[in-house]
């Protein structure tokens, strides 16, 4: 009888147990709100209306943007989808894409608005540089590198 009422306790306890760490898995993490998934076309839209905000693009310059800002996406989901390209080809066609890019909205900026720019760009660069170092600075293959240096 001792035995069973142990054995029961044991079973209640082990069943609280995982409750407990099933509930807690459900809960959403404090302190860090969960960030917005974002499609290509609303991350774009977004973009444009940030330029238009801190560039002061009329209305010709922003239906430009959209149209350069339309053909890249294309342009990059036609890299994304290519089968033939290594991930590192990809990369370096999407880098040429993205300075390609850049280029054809300074080409259509007027000399003050280049200026603000080409400061919002450093300012996007040095945030992305935060990011890496926050990360722990990976460089390329850094994951395999890792792997490697763990297994040895």
Do not use: C, W
Request: hydrophobic share 30%; proline share 2%.
């Amino acid at each position: 009888m001792k035995t069973n009422i142990l054995k029961n306790l044991f079973v209640l306890g082990l069943g609280v147990f995982l409750s407990v760490g099933a509930v807690a898995q459900d809960q959403p993490q404090q302190g860090k709100p969960k960030k917005e998934q974002l499609t290509p076309a609303q991350r774009q839209a977004k973009m444009l209306e940030n330029y238009k905000k801190n560039l002061n693009l009329s209305d010709a310059q922003g239906q430009k943007l959209k149209a350069i800002q339309d053909r890249k996406v294309k342009d990059m989901q036609a890299i994304r989808n290519d089968q033939n390209l290594t991930r590192d080809q990809k990369r370096e066609k999407m880098k040429a894409l993205h300075t390609a890019h850049q280029q054809e909205i300074t080409a259509i900026l007027n000399a003050e608005q280049k200026q603000k720019f080409a400061e919002m760009q450093a300012k996007q660069e040095a945030r992305k540089q935060q990011m890496r170092e926050k990360r722990g600075g990976h460089q390329k293959g850094g994951r395999m590198q890792y792997k490697m240096q763990r297994n040895k």
